[in-house]
């Protein structure tokens, strides 16, 4: 037995999730996690690294307005970084930096 829903239920049942994105900043949100996902993507497949991207939204009554909210949404992402590569260098007794070990005698 399959049951219908009525008109009224229709209209008190939230919209998914997927549909109020879509609907935030006119699609602008939705088209800026998409963007950033992509690029995100890439960084994690180039350096081998973990990222994150984070969606934020933020949801305060209207004042004024019986029954509506205000939501923003806020995106951000930490795209993974190649490490910088290390150099060695040996300190000198005045605190200098010098490619050849001080302490050797030069083969030269």
């Known amino acids: 037995m399959t049951t219908t829903k009525s008109a009224e239920d229709k209209q008190t049942e939230a919209p998914d999730f ?4 879509l609907n935030l900043a006119k699609g602008k ?8 996902l992509a690029e995100l993507v890439t960084a994690v497949t ?3 690294k973990p990222g994150k991207l984070t969606l934020t939204l933020q949801v305060k009554p209207q004042h004024g307005v019986d029954g509506a909210v205000l939501v923003t949404a806020a995106v951000a ?3 993974p970084k190649f490490e910088a590569p290390a150099s060695i260098f040996y300190a ?12 050797q005698a030069s083969l030269y």
Request: proline letters at 3%.
């Open 18 to 21: 997927a549909a109020t994105l």
């Open 29 to 36: 949100t939705h088209a800026e996690l998409s963007t950033q």
């Open 46 to 48: 180039t350096t081998l």
């Open 77 to 79: 992402s930490t795209k």
């Open 92 to 103: 000198t007794d005045e605190g200098r930096l010098v490619r050849d070990d001080p302490n």
